[in-house]
């Protein structure tokens, strides 16, 4: 059973066009939600944890954002150094040490 | 330089033949875990580690053994590997095992493939 899903699963802008990434669960006792950016051939690298319904966090461009359901990542006038997998995660109270990933967004920001 | 140490990056090796990848961090963290990553699958859980000497199952345990001797290192086993475990392999950590909001320091993967 899927608990974290991501869509779209690819999505190419160019540059400058803003749009947003969606990530929604199902998970219960939600404890935190992650962003994490991911290049080819190298490990994910955190950006954003979230925690409760309505808490946004924002870092350059981008700007999560998180409801009961669902987090949104912003990209707002991408570049082409965007570009990258984008993947959400959760933690849930019941199971600390165990991290749920969604299947990524495929971001390609053209010229 | 504060990082996660995966060894080798690139492995190939044949059906049954025992093999271990190495992870090792360098930043005193109390929490490690393995991960795997396939086309369409995503980043799957294999196993964690909270402590020293404290492992547990993730999402996909089947066919692996982890050992988690000391702090700074733990090492994934593959005691007979089968064509079904050819993936990117990831080893990540974080400070505290209970700060379960603390970002997770990946590794650069292991691209394994078993013939």
């Known amino acids: 059973e899927d608990q974290v899903t991501q869509s779209p699963e690819a999505l190419r802008l160019q540059e400058g066009e803003s749009s947003s990434l969606n990530c929604s669960y199902t998970?219960?006792?939600?404890?935190?939600l992650f962003w994490y950016r991911q290049d080819p051939g190298k490990g994910p690298e955190f950006l954003f944890t979230?925690?409760?319904a309505g808490e946004e966090k924002e870092k350059e461009r981008l700007k999560a954002t998180l409801t009961k359901k669902e987090s949104f990542l912003h990209i707002t006038a991408p570049k082409p150094e965007d570009s990258a997998t984008y993947l959400c995660?959760?933690?849930?109270?019941?199971?600390?040490?165990?991290?749920?990933f969604g299947r990524g967004t495929q971001l390609t920001v053209w010229p | 330089e504060a990082q996660v140490t995966q060894n080798p990056r690139y492995l190939i090796t044949v059906t049954g033949k025992k093999l271990t990848v190495t992870c090792s961090q360098n930043?005193?963290?109390?929490?490690m875990s393995w991960y795997r990553q396939d086309p369409g699958l995503g980043l799957r859980q294999i196993y964690y580690?909270?402590?020293?000497?404290?492992?547990d199952k993730g999402d996909v345990p089947e066919g692996y053994k982890v050992s988690r001797k000391e702090k700074r290192n733990f090492p994934l086993i593959l005691e007979s590997p089968s064509p079904n475990q050819t993936s990117l392999y990831f080893c990540?950590?974080?400070?505290?095992?209970?700060?379960?909001?603390?970002?997770?320091?990946f590794g650069n993967g292991t691209r394994l493939t078993v013939t």
């Open positions: 990540a950590s974080r400070k505290k095992a209970d700060h379960y909001n603390s970002p997770l320091h």
């Open positions: 998970v219960s006792g939600l404890r935190g």
């Open positions: 979230l925690y409760s």
């Open positions: 995660a959760v933690t849930r109270g019941s199971t600390l040490g165990r991290l749920y």
């Open positions: 930043m005193n963290h109390e929490y």
């Open positions: 580690s909270m402590n020293v000497e404290v492992t």
